[in-house]
């Protein structure tokens, strides 16, 4: 990084194909060093990151097998391999490198664009009232989560121990973004930590601490039920799990609306 | 160039609120063949015939990018049935913008009073009957 926090081109260029899982960690870093020298050989590369020659020489061909390097023939007639006759490679450039993939995802991104029509009119006619939706991928359980928040106009009922799930940087946006529109966020939890109660806070979201560990749950628009879990483990991601089935919605509302120190006398 | 960024932001401050893509896709495929029939037709948007009535996809990339400029506030809805809906509304520095460019765009009074009828006549349709009218055009 330069003085004002600017990433190098190339470091930027591979994060990249990093969050994209263009390619493992160890081929991106060879190709990282690839990009940043004339030539690669083998040695240079076993020199470089400390593994073996052979092993270097592997994950070059391999490379070279997907498109990311080009080798140098070598010179003669014989092709055998031996010593003084070090393969040479280069980095292709990236615009050829991953032409067949920058392609494959315009094309991807315009099914995308045409899908979109009929799940809108499929969400506007079909009716899944009733019907329970578990998102098991959490990344998946926190955008559903921060839609259905997104979504709010009257109210969002909090409920859990330590109602950690609103660490979420996101969701606590998502949060911010409701109180402003003036939702009406609660926020019932037992067990908060200290953090997470300034945190809380600063989103507009009204506080207190509930005298008994209640269930973990959020209510948007009385209508919308979800509720995130752990599967086993406290180092386990959340899972999400997602209703408007009215009878179960309901019973949600109407102990959350018991709680005296929250809501007050009705 | 500036009519394509201008002509839906247009709709979304006259809408208010654009209910889903396909909305924006079927009203201004409307609009624009109110204007042709009109002999009002610049054709700001290609479309093709897709299996939802006219479609194009110069139109879906540029909502989006209203969306990533910022001109366009994305956010998310619930249906009756407890769906979520991805509804556009026109964000403040869209307003701007539009201010800025009013004098500049191509789109003169009677092609705004078109995209007015349009609203009128169109907004209310549910997304299916929108779907039918828009394809039997």
């Avoid at chain 1, 990433?7 to 690839?34: A, K, V």
């Avoid at chain 1, 259905?148 to 606590?172: F, M, N, T």
């Avoid at chain 1, 959020?218 to 408007?244: A, M, Q, R």
């Avoid at chain 2, 209910?19 to 009109?38: A, D, H, P």
Wanted: glycine letters at 6%; hydrophobic letters at 35%.
């Amino acid at each position: 990084m330069d003085e004002d926090g600017r990433q190098d081109p190339i470091t930027q260029f591979i994060d990249t194909m990093r969050s994209q899982r263009i390619l493992n960690d160890t081929e991106l870093e060879i190709y990282d060093f690839g990009l940043r020298q004339t030539i690669l050989t083998s040695s240079d590369v076993a020199k470089h990151f400390n593994i073996r020659p052979s092993t270097a020489s592997n994950r070059l061909k391999h490379l070279t097998k997907q498109g990311y390097l080009e080798e140098s023939p070598r010179d003669g007639a014989s092709k055998r391999s031996g010593k003084g006759h070090a393969f040479k490679y280069r980095a292709v450039h990236p615009k050829l490198a991953l032409r067949s993939f920058i392609s494959g995802r315009m094309s991807l991104e315009a099914a995308v664009q045409k899908i979109i029509e009929p799940l809108e009119i499929t969400a506007e006619s079909a009716s899944y009232e009733g019907d329970m939706w578990l998102a098991r991928a959490q990344t998946l359980a926190i955008s559903e989560g921060i839609r259905k928040i997104d979504s709010a106009q009257r109210s969002i009922y909090i409920s859990g121990r330590d109602c950690s799930w609103l660490k979420d940087p996101d969701v606590k946006e998502a949060i911010t973004k409701a109180a402003k529109r003036k939702v009406a966020v609660k926020v019932a939890a037992s067990q908060l930590d200290r953090g997470l109660r300034s945190t809380i806070k600063t989103t507009g979201a009204s506080l207190v601490n509930c005298p008994i560990i209640g269930p973990n749950f959020c209510v948007i628009d009385k209508s919308v039920l979800l509720i995130p879990y752990k599967t086993s483990g406290l180092n386990e991601p959340y899972e999400l799990l997602l209703t408007t089935h009215d009878y179960l919605v309901q019973g949600f509302v109407k102990y959350f609306e018991g709680l005296p120190s929250l809501i007050g006398p009705k | 160039m500036l009519d394509e960024l201008a002509l839906p932001l247009l709709l979304a401050e006259r809408m208010e609120e654009v209910r889903g893509k396909t909305r924006f896709q079927k009203l201004l495929y409307i609009f624009q063949k109110r204007c042709e029939e009109r002999n009002m037709g610049v054709q700001i948007f290609q479309y093709q015939p897709y299996l939802y009535g006219p479609f194009s996809m110069e139109l879906a990339r540029t909502i989006d990018n209203l969306v990533h400029e910022r001109l366009l506030v994305e956010s998310s809805d619930m249906t009756e049935s407890g769906n979520t809906v991805v509804t556009y509304s026109l964000a403040p520095e869209g307003k701007e913008f539009l201010e800025k460019v009013r004098k500049d765009i191509q789109i003169d009074n009677r092609r705004l009073d078109i995209l007015n009828e349009v609203v009128n006549d169109c907004s209310g349709l549910q997304l299916t009957d929108l779907v039918t009218f828009a394809k039997s055009l």
